[in-house]
């Protein structure tokens, strides 16, 4: 049988990341290249309580159908939650809560755009996320990366020029792959730009909530008196991502369509799931689990660092992070980035190119991305020490 | 802000049944519109017992990220379960788990078409998937159902005229809504057209294992020798919906692309309920819990058969059933069916009208959709002297 795909998916392939997480998964080989939270993170002891005590008291409400926008307990939680501390939602919003964030980017690129349309991202950006928008055969465009976000004129200058631009998808807290927050100036920008030319801004805040230093910023949704923001969150980070259990804060009108869509991919979310997150955020600590967690990844975080100045320094550069899970390295000009990659998967310590994080992998790109939270210490020491061994190879020929 | 939808869903509504089902799930209906398994038939006690036993011993197995394609052990297990059982599955196909079995619809539209090719489907057919069609903007054609399954003659014509035609769509046991389960001979007539048109067909089998009455048939996967089949499974007629699993056994070049495509949608599937699952299957004496519950089944969906035709006959008329959850029932011509259905919501009786389940939601329809599942024996009994008086006062007029 020769069989004849849509044109949407015919040039769509594997996730560069989860191709190489399936090969480095493999016993021997120090993961850098993950982007799995710490394990040590997970409320394990309380998940297990909390789901013993459902299956005794109420089994049925986590086994029998739901309803497509959510467990309504989690739903009410989380809006208060999030208006209260974050100031994410107005009266014209509605959440969905939905099978892990990626499904938000999928679903809203879905319900927003046609094909040919155009998403402004950030350049590099989330690889799961820019294939989400490419499985609709949608175009994508960069807009450079500063230390502080989003080159502000460029966007402005691809607002003015595309005239297919459907909305403008960013991670503004310690971005994947950079690392990089931006700033509260280029966070208003970008919703007055948003808002000048009518495009709709998607935010993807998975990491807001792993901060380990420095002040939190306020989210761009929180500055939405228009309507024009889709909010997405998630508990991957910060509860557990074998969950699948993300949410969408967005306008009624949004809202309603992704609700349909969701709809006819999977119903609904796993209900046990959904009733075991509204639990742990109500009856456990939830502000002493995120804080917890925050320690955690700041030693975790520190330490690499620390190795990668020592092994790595003054070769490979990298812009120190405040949270989020990864750090992104550049080597020098003149080092084939690709060759180093390759030679360290050989050296058995995985890290991900950088160009699997372009709109156009075939740009140049001197930069590679680790990830801190999933290798354990003695794995982050001796993989920092082959990578310097190798750095030292490359760059002092 | 004036929002511009894709054209894919703009004219995309809410599941006809969902809606209802909402609407009914207030207390004091009669809930003949759900489409829920019985709750007693969910294996409660072994899930909590498996669930508490994982996480005591692997916790972050059931917690941390996983692979797309689905837990490996599971997989593995259902290939070799559907192989011994149903003969479904060869050297050419792979498994791929999804979160509940509405997904692989979703994702086989995704991946086989382009906006305005064409779906062949049963009509009338299961909603879910007629909407998880139009979200990808394809034309659905309809064939007309006849006590034996699809009119033969019709899905030739069909196959013959349409030169987009890129899959039929078929339940071949228990049909959602009909109740019908296709002959053998049509099973390989079915199978012939499609190898002669180089068609591929999607077999949706949610209810093969709810069988209490008759013989199994043979699976239209299991004539599949030139990769024609996908073949999508379902736990949630069998364990519990609430976990939302499901697969699809698919020829290996389809199975790659559902997996790109799954990749952006939710990752994987909920970990912890697909290791429940496996665990289920393997520990667990699982062939005896579908015994179990097919007696259940049978019980009563024989004593609602024995209420419709006390309380309904001879004016309402319906094919009796030997599995699934859904009676499909017709009234006299004549009688005004939406008309009916709005009056017995009015007495507390939710139906769903037949014409939710037609590819022409305008075009004329006799029937309405009994589930007998969700209902208690009292509600079946109360719910059936209700629509008995309401069929009298209508049809006696």
Redesign the interface.
């Known amino acids: ?9 015919k040039s ?4 560069a990341i ?1 191709e190489i ?2 090969f480095t998964s493999q016993p021997g080989y120090i993961p850098f290249s ?4 710490a ?1 040590e993170a ?1 409320p ?2 309380d ?2 309580r909390l ?2 005590d459902l ?2 008291k109420r ?2 409400d ?7 926008e959510g467990y309504a307990p989690l739903r009410e939680h989380l809006t208060a939650y999030m208006k209260e501390k974050h100031h994410v939602g107005r009266d014209f919003d509605n959440i969905l809560i ?3 964030a ?2 938000v ?2 679903l809203t690129a ?6 040919g ?1 155009m998403v402004i991202c950030e350049n590099p950006s989330f690889i ?1 996320s820019l ?2 928008f490419r ?1 609709y055969g949608l175009r994508l465009r960069g807009v450079e990366m500063e230390a502080d976000g989003m080159d502000m004129e460029s966007l402005e200058q691809a607002l003015r020029e595309e005239k297919r631009a ?1 909305f403008i998808y960013t991670i503004p807290n310690f971005q994947n792959p950079t690392g990089v927050t931006m700033s509260l100036e280029k966070r208003r920008r970008l919703y007055e730009l948003a808002k000048r030319y ?1 495009v709709l801004i998607l935010e993807d805040n998975p990491y807001g909530d792993t901060r380990f230093a420095g002040e939190d910023l306020p989210c761009v949704k929180s500055l939405d008196e ?3 923001v889709v909010y997405c969150g998630s508990f ?1 980070k910060v509860m ?5 259990v993300g949410y969408a804060i967005a ?1 009624g ?2 809202f ?2 992704l ?3 969701k ?11 959904q009733i075991i997150a509204h639990r742990f955020m109500t009856e456990c600590d939830y502000d002493g689990h995120l804080k917890k967690n925050q320690v955690l990844y700041g030693q975790k975080a520190r330490f690499t660092m620390e190795l990668m100045d020592r092994h790595l320094g003054p070769w490979v550069s990298y812009q120190p992070i405040e949270g989020g899970l990864f750090l992104w390295c550049r080597l020098p000009g003149g080092v084939d980035m690709q060759a180093f990659c390759k030679e360290a998967v050989n050296r058995k310590v995985a890290t991900v190119p950088g160009s699997a994080f372009l709109m156009d992998e075939g740009q140049p790109c001197q930069c590679f991305r680790i990830n801190y939270s999933t290798p354990t210490d003695a794995q982050i020491q001796q993989g920092m020490e082959i990578l310097g061994g190798l750095v030292r190879e490359t760059c002092a020929r």
């Open positions: 049988m020769q069989y004849a795909f849509a044109d949407r998916v769509l392939k594997p996730s989860r997480l399936k993950a982007g799995n939270p394990p997970f394990a002891a998940i297990a789901s013993a299956f005794q089994p049925i986590a086994l029998q159908y739901s309803i497509t939905t099978s892990g990626n499904q980017m999928e879905k319900v927003l755009c046609n094909e349309d799961g294939n989400a499985s459907r009518g228009d309507g024009l991957s557990a991502p074998g969950m699948r306008p009108e949004v309603s369509k609700v349909v869509c709809q006819v991919v999977d119903v609904h979310t796993n209900i046990w799931a």
